[in-house]
């Protein structure tokens, strides 16, 4: 995995690399390759043509500090050094566009990381980012981005396909009244293929929001929300929005046949409202589909004189909703549908209840008439309530579910794998070590037992979770052109066992200091360290993530040393 410099320009360039000359396109086109990373500069750039991604590269602005919070505690993006710009355009755009979503799915993932969006024209023939996936193209990730629409009502990230995956964390949404910030746009308009695929609750294959703020333009200041939403979804889309911060703004799933919305989860997400406003909030608007919505809370502060919905309602009408025919209960195409009955439109959606459950005591939930007043929608039919999640739900969004059945839901891994972090940095023993090293050391006093003779220390830049035990990507001599393990000692050897108390952990002492070279070619970060059994590839026997999410910013020229007597504890599993 390589990194490339660019101008900071969309455009322009020629001839073989140099560095810091060239525009993104150019080098995206002739040298980088899939897994490797472009790096825009320090500074504000205007783009007007925009670039298009057919590789899953790494687009990343200089000069930030990764946001690492987890929970929701401080979620948003970091103050950033790169700014992107919209240009004049004499046509449709998006800044970035990846919508190909004909390359097969490798190990990689397109990223978009540490750069502010800013000056979007207020029209919807105009985006930041456009991406496509399905589930045999490679995964996506945005992360530590703002997205500032400032008060125009706008389309910022448009995202299509049902059943890929990917997530946007620790971004910052900012846009006007009626904006919709994010557009999951599913198979496309007249397209209804994502109402006959599986949809699995707490499954991967879903668009994540997650640690993000999503806030109307001077949300402080407003006397009323205005329609303005995170997301809207639609043509059978599905997404996540979990531990972000809602400032007067909404998520929606669009209703009615061709442009119904298919799932959503909505959890562990709090919601402000400011003390201007004058008029009813709404949470989350359901027009069509399903999923599970619980755990909403109110922000410190947060208004709660006038009333605070989570709404639902058809788009249906009663003279349309018999053709196609549904199955169920009615309306077929509102909240409550699932999968489709059979191989055509003229079956219909079955009927898979929405769940809602551990609302804020001040959040009400209500239904209110569709089209031309047609007020079907029934509790304990197209939608559940409750104080706890129901030991047992209804659901039909599977082939195999078709009449409906019960399961018992659990969210996905959080965080999302594809972000790195973890609720529980893992201090362990890997998986292959774990039997062997436990009974090695069960029961030994301190210092009788030397590690083996092939041990090396290697460094990570992302965490490894507690519990798959798996998960740290070690650095690169591509990306630090110095970088390769050190043995633990002069000869492989000098770290003992220092303590041992089952169920606590292993302290391990180095006997002698251990000295990285210095950082060279790109900065570095420092997640994790780990323990191996060879100087390359090989086994990870042990690893420690840094404590609380944490992580060290290794600039060029800046050496990782660990001094003699350093304790690093493994705890065991």
């Not at 073989?16 to 525009?23: C, D, I, L, R």
């Not at 999503?214 to 939403?229: A, L, R, V």
């Not at 989570?310 to 249906?316: R, S």
Request: hydrophobic fraction near 35%; proline fraction near 5%; include cysteine.
């Amino acid at each position: 995995m390589a990194t490339w410099s660019s101008n900071g320009h969309d455009t322009g360039g020629a001839g073989s690399y140099n560095p810091g000359t060239q525009g993104v396109q150019y080098i995206h086109d002739n040298f980088a390759a899939a897994g490797d990373t472009i790096i825009l500069p320090t500074g504000t750039f205007i783009w007007s043509t925009g670039v298009t991604i057919s590789k899953s590269v790494t687009i990343q602005g200089s000069g930030y500090t990764p946001n690492t919070s987890t929970g929701g505690t401080s979620p948003g993006a970091p103050t950033l050094s790169t700014t992107l710009q919209y240009g004049p355009a004499s046509a449709t755009i998006w800044l970035i566009n990846n919508s190909n979503v004909s390359h097969p799915r490798t190990s990689n993932v397109f990223r978009i990381t540490g750069i502010h969006f800013i000056n979007l024209p207020g029209n919807n023939n105009f985006g930041y980012i456009q991406i496509g996936v399905d589930n045999t193209s490679d995964q996506y990730r945005l992360d530590n981005c703002i997205f500032d629409g400032a008060g125009n009502s706008l389309v910022m990230v448009t995202i299509y396909g049902t059943t890929g995956s990917g997530v946007m964390d620790h971004c910052t949404l900012i846009g006007g009244a009626g904006s919709e910030m994010i557009h999951y746009s599913g198979t496309g308009a007249g397209n209804l293929a994502g109402w006959f695929s599986d949809v699995v609750p707490g499954g991967p294959d879903m668009n994540f929001v997650e640690d993000c703020i999503s806030q109307m333009f001077n949300y402080n200041t407003q006397t009323g929300q205005t329609g303005t939403k995170l997301a809207l979804s639609a043509y059978g889309a599905r997404y996540v929005v979990r531990y972000c911060l809602m400032n007067f703004t909404l998520i929606d799933l669009h209703g009615n046949l061709d442009v119904n919305a298919r799932w959503i989860e909505f959890y562990n997400n709090q919601i402000f409202i400011p003390s201007t406003n004058t008029g009813n909030t709404i949470v989350t608007q359901i027009r069509g589909g399903s999923g599970v919505i619980y755990n909403i809370s109110l922000a410190p502060g947060c208004q709660t004189t006038n009333s605070i919905i989570c709404t639902h309602w058809t788009d249906e009408a009663s003279t349309n909703n018999l053709s196609p025919a549904v199955t169920g209960p009615q309306p077929g195409y509102g909240p409550g549908a699932g999968i489709f009955t059979g191989s055509n439109t003229s079956q219909g959606p079955s009927s898979s209840p929405l769940y809602y459950w551990n609302l804020d005591s001040h959040i009400v939930l209500n239904h209110v008439p569709g089209q031309n007043g047609w007020d079907v929608l029934a509790l304990n039919v197209n939608y559940y309530q409750s104080t706890t999640q129901p030991s047992s739900m209804i659901i039909s969004q599977k082939a195999s579910q078709i009449g409906g059945t019960t399961y018992n839901y659990s969210p996905f891994t959080y965080p999302h794998p594809l972000t790195g972090l973890s609720t529980s940095p893992g201090n362990g023993l890997t998986a292959v070590a774990d039997s062997a090293i436990t009974k090695t050391v069960l029961g030994v006093t301190s210092g009788a037992y030397t590690t083996p003779t092939n041990n090396y220390v290697a460094l990570y830049n992302t965490q490894f979770t507690s519990s798959s035990k798996a998960g740290g990507t070690e650095w690169t001599s591509s990306s630090d052109g110095s970088y390769a393990r050190q043995a633990m000692g002069a000869t492989g050897t000098g770290w003992t066992i220092a303590a041992y108390a089952n169920g606590t952990g292993v302290i391990w002492k180095n006997s002698n200091p251990i000295n990285f070279p210095a950082v060279t070619l790109n900065a570095q970060t420092l997640y994790a360290i780990g323990f191996c059994d060879a100087l390359t590839a090989g086994n990870i026997n042990f690893f420690v993530d840094l404590a609380n999410n944490g992580q060290l910013s290794v600039p060029i020229g800046i050496s990782v040393v660990f001094p003699a007597l350093t304790g690093a504890v493994f705890t065991t599993y």
